[in-house]
């Protein structure tokens, strides 16, 4: 074979789909600036008329925001759905490899529930793409929830059947799975998956004016939510009773902070269930609870984000796979983290300390703690870019490609 025609991207692993899944992470990060900035007084979200009647009555700072805001959502919408159908095709043409044989019979094959991953987020990203620049779309909106659940439903069935068949496989029997190699959070990969479907049902919660609706919601996206709960503390338990005996894997170390958007996904779930809960069935939860509470969830996040730096930063990972020549598709799972922060940080800011009365909306404070928001936001469009040159350029050398499990 000729390297100087080939890429990293070209030696395939299922971990690419989170090539999809951090653009249209970075997607929502903009819809935030919609989401907290533009007045919306007549449903849960920004819409089209909205934003179009806060560009004509707002200020320059508004206006560029929402210029901004909207360029960004447009551009990272079609880098998420571009880079998922590259996916699909390349995971297609795997299958029918000796590789994908291999995977299946090793610890990695937990890497497929990326997949399911990927199109939840799509979903989530074409629903947001359809709020903000198709008009009237809320006058049809309640008829479209039904075709959500039915997708996120079809998505969840997808994620649970592949995870039935890798925890079947290595439950049924003993020895099959390499608990040297369980080094990482790796592991939690499928937890995560479940928990975007968990908050893709429950946005007809927070939305729908239809009891039924929501309450079908709210059941669907607390089975899926608890779930990921569940399976996040089994899987993150026995992985770090690994990592305490074999140290960890170096091209895995990234893994260490997944928990940050599972957090962050679970999160808003819980927020988007308790706005349900509110308007359909009269159940209140007061401002300083919410605030409380996404407090303790981004003091999760931070822990965990202060845990995989140290990692990463002692064994030298940024040098060599970021900043260096060295590639692994692993490396993808570093944009994750960056989204998920500067969203809760958002949710926190606005949902949390304004809605409390702790600071000013739009005042010295609101918009010193919202940069921390947006410098995540720039970290993580910096990693997509980069990361993105690194894998699928072509080289006039051959690339130094490691897997990640």
Not at 257 to 266: A, E, F, G, S
């Amino acid at each position: 074979m000729d390297h100087s025609a080939t890429r990293p991207a070209d030696t395939y692993s299922p971990i690419y789909f989170l090539a999809s899944l951090g653009a249209g992470g970075i997607a929502v990060t903009f819809f935030m600036f919609l989401m907290f900035w533009v007045p919306h007084p007549n449903q849960p979200v920004p819409v089209f008329e909205d934003i179009a009647a806060a560009f004509g009555s707002g200020n320059v700072m508004l206006q560029a925001g929402i210029v901004i805001a909207l360029i960004g959502i447009a551009v990272f919408a079609v880098l998420n759905i571009k880079s998922l159908v590259w996916n699909l095709k390349s995971l297609s043409a795997f299958k029918q490899t000796d590789s994908y044989t291999a995977l299946r019979q090793t610890n990695a094959e937990a890497t497929l529930l990326a997949m399911p991953l990927a199109m939840a987020m799509t979903v989530n990203a074409l629903f947001i793409v359809g709020l903000v620049f198709v008009p009237q779309l809320w006058s049809v909106v309640e008829y479209l929830f039904p075709l959500a659940l039915i997708a996120f439903g079809a998505i969840g069935v997808l994620a649970l059947r592949m995870i039935g068949a890798f925890l079947g496989r290595v439950l049924s029997k003993g020895g099959v799975f390499d608990v040297t190699a369980h080094n990482s959070f790796a592991q939690l990969l499928p937890a995560f998956s479940i928990a975007m479907v968990a908050v893709g049902f429950s946005a007809p919660a927070a939305m729908s004016t239809s009891a039924t609706t929501v309450a079908i919601a709210l059941m669907l996206s607390t089975f899926f939510g608890v779930a990921a709960i569940l399976y996040t503390l089994i899987a993150a338990a026995t992985a770090f009773t690994s990592m305490l005996q074999h140290g960890t894997a170096r091209e895995s170390g990234p893994t260490l902070m997944i928990v940050v958007p599972i957090v962050t996904v679970l999160g808003i779930m819980f927020l988007r269930q308790n706005h349900g809960l509110h308007v359909a069935f009269d159940v209140h939860e007061q401002p300083g609870e919410t605030m409380t509470f996404l407090a303790r969830l981004l003091s999760v996040q931070v822990s965990f984000l202060l845990l995989g730096a140290v990692v990463l930063m002692r064994q030298g990972y940024f040098n060599d796979f970021v900043l260096g020549s060295k590639t692994s598709p692993g490396s993808y799972a570093l944009v994750c983290p960056a989204v998920a922060l500067s969203v809760m940080i958002h949710f926190f800011v606005n949902k949390g300390l304004v809605a409390a009365g702790a600071i000013e909306k739009f005042g010295v404070a609101y918009w010193g703690i919202t940069a921390i928001a947006i410098s995540a936001q720039i970290v993580a469009i910096a990693l997509v870019l980069r990361l993105n040159r690194q894998h699928f350029a072509r080289r006039s050398a051959s690339a130094h490609a490691v897997p990640a499990e």
